[in-house]
């Protein structure tokens, strides 16, 4: 079994910044894509980015390319998004979430239900 826990949200101002951590444990997941999404209230779930944990791939939504970029930290079996330039747009629920799955490279990232694994999510407020 894999288990996320996010850390790293809060209340902050447009234009501030902020880094979420997502700690991973269980399996082995040397081989696993990790992602983030986000989801506002009465919203559907929104894909952020993902990063494939073996090679280092990447893959933004073009909302926050430029702005978040992604990070893992093999020693510390963590996932980090650190956010810059911060809107209140992107206020919302932020999850982070695993798949065993390879599939950066096409649209079955932005589906969550190709997931299996997800944390309990962390609140980000960003104030205008």
């Known amino acids: 079994q894999v288990q996320l826990v996010e850390s790293g949200g809060g209340l902050v101002q447009a234009g501030d910044s902020l880094r979420l951590s997502c700690a991973v444990s269980?399996?082995?997941?040397?081989?696993?894509?990790m992602a983030w999404f986000r989801q506002a209230p009465g919203k559907e779930r929104e894909f952020v980015v993902i990063i494939t944990w073996s090679s280092g791939t990447t893959y933004y939504a073009d909302s926050v390319k430029g702005r978040f970029t992604i990070a893992r930290d093999n020693a510390k079996n963590t996932v980090f998004l650190q956010m810059n330039s911060l809107k209140p747009e992107d206020t919302a629920v932020y999850y982070c979430?695993?798949?065993?799955?390879?599939?950066?490279?096409?649209?079955?990232?932005?589906?969550?239900?190709?997931?299996?694994?997800w944390g309990q999510g962390t609140q980000v407020t960003v104030s205008s």
């Open positions: 269980g399996r082995p997941f040397s081989s696993y894509t």
């Open positions: 979430a695993a798949s065993p799955l390879f599939f950066t490279y096409d649209p079955r990232r932005y589906d969550p239900s190709r997931y299996d694994y």
